[in-house]
């Protein structure tokens, strides 16, 4: 088979060379396997999850995953897995398993104290019998502290009577628990023509200093891999990061190749997403760096179990009209009070600029930069300064489980995130600080368009951004963007061919147009037949106008909306809604407001009918007399799922 070279980061990071992937359905394989029987040169959708955890994180083993990276692609497969708590005998609470498999997953444990793992509860290790490896084992949240603070600190350092000097213990015993991720992803993968699944060696990057969060999932092509993951103990920066992942995979290691998701920026308090027009020293730096970034970080993660990284309302600095759906699965709060000591002592917006602390604790500032939506505002503002978009940004989902319930989105059946949330009880308690319990959720699904179900097709999906996030339900959102497509479009059999031929998908720019044209926006979706039908779909508008300033909207394009005779309603005992509902939708859209001397971007949200949420949901379920008293609580009783698509990109033709 033909094996795939290095690729320079700055040549990945080209527009053109993202646009002409788009057209291309051709798949070069580096590594052996059989040819998918379902390729598609129109793309098929697949759906995973590329945010998991094990009894190899840190924060998953010591209070009660006994499962391995095994155990979670064989439950992404569709098999069983056991959930804690184990009785004194071993024996679980009971038994998990998907309805319906993923089609592809990667478990991603916390890299940085693979080692330590290793150690601590290895019996013959040297160290099995020190105190700090004892509470490690034992201690449930309170073993894990000490660690937790390594990865607080901006320049974290090992501990000595664990690893030794200089760490050296823990890198070799970390190598031996990489080595078993990486076999059993590949033991995982089906290289067969039937491609029923495809898994992915990856690890987690797990950076909190300040309690901002700046983690990343970094995810391999294939199983050509450095020796050890890059954690944040040895690389405290995600520029570092890149520059480590360029060297030591892309130029290092024959066939590698590699790229990093950020996650949970809506917990970062403005650190993970700057401006980078303001924090760098010079439009050189900031480009180069800009420039880095994009080709590392192609999508971001935009729902999982801590909450929404869509959009927040209410920005001083951004104008567009209030967005309910933003307060779907939305942790974050202003006005909420600071108990730490630490910080402004009520939640508010972040100052231009700022960076808050102990965003990860939720009482950190809010900055615009935080959210899906108003980033890619802030890149393409960047962009006018030093020339680059610093935010080229697409968008997956996933659930980041601490179980190894890989894809386990649905609401009637959760079980929880965590260990100790697997009771009812536990899973309805409000937690002030973390994300857990009530005020988490299943966490989302990542969806892709690609030829076919394996490594390449998928890798090379998320590299040019053809890709999007749901809230856990299968819906399938489609966007196409040209300058031709009229109303007979939504009519045709051949649709998504007829996109590609007239036109760029999602994750895109739009190619020049007629002048005095404005795009054309065709969109699309199918509901998850195992869920609710879909209410409508949205398209999401961003630019930047001629005072510079940051502007939304949302719009209203196809299926019932409020004001056009929406009627329905949901029974809160049986989560039966009546009213109306589509199996599928679609519509070209044609921008009224547009100006082609501005640069805007656009994305495609599609939204089912109102269910019942987890809580609420699993509170139904009993007979009212069983419910326990913490089912009167204060979160929502229904929510709406949603998929979101990547953005399709306009820029001014040069001299407007």
């Known amino acids: 088979m033909a094996s795939c070279a290095a690729q320079n980061p700055a040549d990945l990071a080209s527009d053109r060379t993202v646009a002409a992937a788009a057209s291309d359905w051709r798949i070069t394989y580096s590594e052996p396997r059989a040819p998918c029987t379902d390729r598609n040169r129109t793309r098929?959708?697949?759906?995973?999850?590329?945010?998991?955890?094990?009894?190899?994180?840190?924060?998953?083993?010591?209070?009660?995953?006994?499962?391995?990276p095994e155990d979670a692609y064989r439950f992404a497969r569709g098999?069983?897995?056991?959930?804690?708590?184990?009785?004194?005998?071993?024996?679980?609470?009971?038994?998990?398993?998907?309805?319906?498999?993923?089609?592809?997953?990667?478990?991603?444990?916390?890299?940085?104290?693979?080692?330590?793992?290793?150690?601590?509860?290895?019996?013959?290790?040297?160290?099995?019998?020190?105190?700090?490896?004892?509470?490690?084992r034992v201690g449930e949240a309170t073993g894990m502290r000490p660690f937790a603070r390594i990865v607080n600190m901006p320049e974290p350092s090992r501990m000595v009577e664990i690893c030794g000097k200089e760490g050296k213990g823990c890198n070799a015993a970390g190598r031996e628990l990489w080595r078993q991720t990486v076999e059993m992803a590949d033991a995982a993968y089906d290289r067969t023509s039937a491609c029923t699944f495809t898994s992915f060696v990856a690890y987690e990057y797990t950076g909190t200093p300040n309690a901002n969060n700046l983690h990343r999932n970094v995810i391999f092509r294939n199983s050509q891999v450095p020796v050890q993951p890059i954690s944040y103990i040895e690389t405290p920066s995600d520029q570092g990061l890149w520059q480590q992942l360029s060297e030591r995979c892309l130029k290092e290691t024959d066939g590698c190749d590699v790229l990093a998701i950020p996650h949970n920026s809506n917990l970062s308090a403005g650190a993970m997403f700057p401006s980078y027009v303001g924090n760098f020293e010079s439009v050189e730096t900031a480009r180069d760096k800009a420039r880095l970034r994009n080709a590392m970080e192609p999508v971001m993660e935009v729902f999982q179990h801590k909450g929404n990284s869509e959009c927040f309302n209410g920005f001083p600095d951004i104008l567009g009209a209030p967005d309910e759906l933003c307060e779907t699965e939305q942790v974050l709060k202003l006005g909420r009070e600071n108990p730490t000591g630490r910080g402004a002592p009520v939640v508010d917006f972040c100052e231009d600029q700022e960076i808050g602390q102990r965003g990860f604790m939720r009482v950190g500032c809010i900055s615009k930069n935080d959210f899906y939506r108003s980033v890619l505002l802030t890149g393409m503002q960047d962009e006018a300064v030093i020339g680059i978009n610093s935010y080229k940004l697409g968008v997956i989902a996933s659930t980041d489980t601490h179980m190894s319930l890989s894809g386990d989105t649905a609401e009637a059946s959760w079980s929880g995130h965590l260990a100790p949330e697997v009771a009812l009880t536990d899973r309805l308690t409000q937690v002030d600080f973390f994300v857990r319990s009530l005020d988490a959720n299943p966490g989302g699904l990542a969806g892709v368009w690609a030829v076919e179900n394996s490594r390449d097709a998928i890798f090379d999906a998320l590299r040019r951004r053809e890709v999007f996030g749901t809230t856990g339900s299968r819906i399938r959102p489609r966007l196409f963007g040209g300058w031709d497509f009229d109303e007979g479009s939504c009519e045709r059999a051949d649709r998504s061919a007829l996109g590609?031929?007239?036109?760029?998908?999602?994750?895109?720019?739009?190619?020049?147009?007629?002048?005095?044209?404005?795009?054309?926006?065709?969109?699309?979706?199918?509901?998850?037949?195992?869920?609710?039908?879909?209410?409508k779909l949205q398209v999401i508008k961003g630019w930047v106008d001629r005072e510079q300033r940051s502007r939304y909207a949302v719009i209203d394009v196809a299926g019932v909306f409020a004001g056009e005779g929406q009627s329905g309603e949901i029974d809160l005992e049986t989560g039966e809604w009546r009213g109306p509902g589509s199996e599928s939708l679609c519509t070209v859209f044609v921008d009224p407001d547009f100006d082609p001397a501005l640069p805007a971007y656009y994305y495609l949200r599609a939204v089912e009918v109102p269910t019942l949420r987890w809580s609420w949901r699993a509170c139904v379920a009993l007979p009212e007399s069983e419910r326990p008293d913490e089912c009167r609580n204060s979160a929502p009783k229904t929510l709406q799922e949603m998929a979101w698509t990547s953005p399709i990109w306009y820029l001014p033709p040069t001299g407007d």
């Open 44 to 68: 098929n959708a697949y759906f995973g999850d590329l945010h998991i955890h094990t009894a190899f994180s840190y924060d998953a083993r010591p209070i009660g995953t006994e499962t391995t």
């Open 79 to 136: 098999g069983p897995i056991p959930i804690p708590p184990y009785d004194d005998q071993g024996n679980p609470a009971g038994f998990q398993r998907l309805s319906v498999p993923l089609d592809f997953a990667a478990v991603t444990d916390h890299s940085e104290f693979f080692g330590d793992m290793k150690l601590c509860f290895d019996p013959v290790s040297p160290v099995y019998d020190e105190p700090v490896c004892h509470l490690f």
């Open 500 to 535: 590609y031929e007239s036109g760029v998908p999602m994750g895109t720019d739009l190619p020049p147009g007629p002048k005095g044209a404005a795009p054309r926006l065709l969109v699309y979706g199918f509901r998850d037949p195992n869920s609710a039908p879909l209410q």
